[in-house]
T-cell receptor, first 113, second 113 residues
């Protein structure tokens, strides 16, 4: 079974631009979660989608948004990029129940200049 | 909000020895889930072990075991017979029925040959 894939792996943007990151979950998984990892704030939950519905959202500004498609692939978008958005963005997929293992992708390293 | 505290930023252990990582959490929930994740230098996050709060028995996965003390809100991880491949950052995480993982700050474990 193929693992969770994230594209692109690395991204460099400038302040004010917008960016879209993509996550393809493991086949059969209907839940996709997004996390931001930074040295200062650690791992922080962004949002979780299940069957195209957002079930939970973290404490991030509205510049951060996401969506999930009918094939369970998910995208997250960050508009009006700030220097502080530089981070590793991790995507995780699972079947959807709380105790079920979340399988993480390799992440997208976003650098904002 | 749930908080997860890992008080040991770094731990070092000799190969074949045992190391214990501490984790405490704060919640008013009665039913929840606890996890330990491993993030090696390659950055792919991997689930090490998980525990449901209503289960009294401590979870065990090969060389990894936990000591779950619900009243004390403590969830420590013991790595026995440490191997060089265990070198990684270890994160303790909490989840209730909201599909959101709350992570601790992490403990860097270095296994010395």
């Amino acid at each position: 079974k193929a693992g969770v894939t994230q594209t692109p792996r690395y991204l460099i943007k400038t302040r004010g631009q917008q960016v879209t990151l993509s996550c393809s979950p493991i086949s059969g998984h209907r839940s996709v979660s997004w996390y931001q990892q930074t040295p200062g704030q650690g791992l922080q939950f962004l949002f979780e989608y299940f069957s195209e519905t957002q079930r939970n959202k973290g404490n991030f500004p509205g510049r951060f948004s996401g969506r999930q498609f009918s094939n369970s692939r998910s995208e997250m978008n960050v508009s009006t990029l700030e220097l502080g958005d530089s981070a590793l963005y991790l995507c995780a997929s699972s079947s959807g129940a709380p105790l079920n293992e979340q399988f993480f992708g390799p992440g997208t390293r976003l650098t904002v200049l | 909000a749930q908080t997860v505290t890992q008080s040991q930023p770094e731990m070092s252990v000799q190969e074949a020895e045992t190391v214990t990582l501490s984790c405490t959490y704060d919640t008013s929930e009665n039913n929840y889930y606890l996890f330990w994740y491993k993030q090696p230098p390659s950055r792919q996050m991997i689930l090490v072990i998980r525990q449901e709060a209503y289960k009294q028995q401590n979870a065990t996965e090969n060389r990894f075991s936990v000591n779950f003390q619900k009243a004390a809100k403590s969830f420590s991880l013991k790595i026995s017979d440490s191997q060089l491949g265990d070198t990684a950052m270890y994160f303790c995480a909490f989840m209730k029925d909201d599909y959101k993982l709350s992570f601790g700050a992490g403990t860097t474990v270095t296994v010395r040959a």
